[in-house]
Nanobody
Framework: QVQLAESGGGLVQAGDSLNLSCVAS????????VGWFRQAPGKEREYVAAINWNGDYTEYADSVKGRFTISRDNAKNTAYLQMNNLKPEDTAVYYC??????????????WGQGTQVTVSS
């Protein structure tokens, strides 16, 4: 069992940066793929980025490539999403997910409660 808690969201201006954290409880986190998703009002949840269990593989949605960086520190049971050059269209609730089956389309074994990111123009 893995429990996830996101933090680090907030209200920022376009061009600013935020660093989201996802703190996990449970030994299984260290062997799990981790993903970040987001959901804007009135829209479906969309994939943002993912990282494999030891951090040597990452992937990103085209909309955030070059601006966002996903990372993890298994010693701290924590994953991160560094978001730079934020745009108003990045406004959403950001969710962390962990999946012991790795990174794959449809991943989402465990989910956090989400953290709100609001970017003003």
């Amino acid at each position: 069992q893995v429990q996830l808690a996101e933090s680090g969201g907030g209200l920022v201006q376009a061009g600013d940066s935020l660093n989201l954290s996802c703190v996990a409880s449970g030994r299984a986190f260290r062997d799990a793929g981790v993903g970040w998703f987001r959901q804007a009002p009135g829209k479906e949840r969309e994939y943002v980025a993912a990282i494999n269990w030891n951090g040597d593989y990452t992937e990103y949605a085209d909309s955030v490539k070059g601006r966002f960086t996903i990372s993890r520190d298994n010693a701290k049971n924590t994953a991160y999403l560094q978001m730079n050059n934020l745009k108003p269209e990045d406004t959403a609730v950001y969710y962390c997910t962990a999946d012991t089956r790795g990174i794959y389309s449809g991943m989402g074994e465990y989910w956090g409660q989400g953290t709100q990111v609001t970017v003003s123009s």
